[in-house]
């Protein structure tokens, strides 16, 4: 059985890769024209380079919300809390756990912008 950091880490990696990805699509739709959106031509590298950090703040906010809300610091807590339990019986609710993903974005070099 795998340790409760390492499942968490999983967990964030998982994470992480699909924000990862959903970035690089989105930017490479938006930058090819598929949204009617039309790129600044004269610096293709530089405008897709924006796009992309503006696609990256915007996804990682909503997912530090997702987090804020595990943790039990949204108004939903005041109906029921979900748990976020792991195979160890490690309880990650409550733990800060918006703060250890916006970390393992750091530890692991991708911008939480």
Same mark, same amino acid.
């Given at each position: 059985m795998a340790e409760s950091k390492e499942i968490i880490n999983a967990v964030f990696e998982?994470?992480?890769a699909d924000l990862d990805g959903t970035i690089e699509s989105l930017a490479s739709q938006i930058m090819s024209g598929q949204y009617? /959106? /039309?790129? +600044?031509s004269s610096n293709l590298a530089e405008a897709e380079?924006?796009?992309s950090v503006l696609i990256r703040r915007e996804l *990682?906010?909503?997912m530090f919300g997702y987090c804020v809300t595990i943790d039990g610091g949204s108004d939903s807590a005041d109906t029921?809390?979900?748990y976020?339990? +792991?195979e160890n019986g *490690? +309880?990650?609710t409550r733990l800060g756990l918006h703060g250890a993903f916006l970390a393992y974005l750091d530890d692991t070099g991708r911008s939480t912008v």
């Open positions: 998982s994470w992480a009617g /959106v /039309v790129p +600044d380079g924006r796009l *990682t906010s909503m029921g809390m979900v976020l339990i +792991d *490690t +309880d990650h």
